[in-house]
């Protein structure tokens, strides 16, 4: 069988078929697998908030924001992981999202809780990542 390169030549080597292939389906692999981890974090994390978990609202409490600020978070996690789902509003999503993140590091940083804000950039490369894979293409 005869197959076409990158280079749009015919090539009858499959061997270099198989590694375009290949490494095309990784890469949009791990962008789903990321996609997913992201959405599954971020709904779970605005299902608790949305529906008023005892440990939400005394963190939030803690932080000294107000309990209707807890339902503003919530609903933009949860609208957030939704967009990211969908190909051509996942960019919209990762901004939605990394507003929040942006919102938490500043939580986290002004009240001394330094393991969060670790685990808080970690999401935000995650979201860096997924953005840049899955934006709307022309």
């Known amino acids: 069988p005869r197959f076409i390169t990158r280079s749009g030549d015919e090539d009858t080597d499959e061997r270099e078929a198989a590694v375009v292939l290949t490494a095309g389906h990784s890469k949009q692999i791990g962008v789903w697998f990321a ?4 959405v599954g974090i971020f709904a779970f994390s605005g299902i608790t908030k949305l529906v008023g978990s005892s440990p939400m609202i005394d963190r939030f409490g ?12 919530g ?5 957030g992981a939704v967009l990211l789902l969908i190909p051509k ?3 919209y999503g990762a901004i939605v ?9 500043f939580t986290h940083v002004r009240h001394a809780e330094w393991f969060p804000v670790l685990f808080v950039i970690i999401i935000f490369f995650l979201l860096s990542m997924v953005a840049g894979f899955r934006r709307a293409r022309p």
């Open 35 to 38: 996609t997913i981890a992201l």
């Open 62 to 73: 803690y932080w000294g924001y107000p309990a209707w600020f807890l339902l503003v978070v």
């Open 75 to 79: 609903a933009a996690e949860v609208a």
């Open 89 to 91: 509003t996942a960019l």
């Open 97 to 105: 999202l990394a507003a929040v993140m942006a919102g938490a590091v």
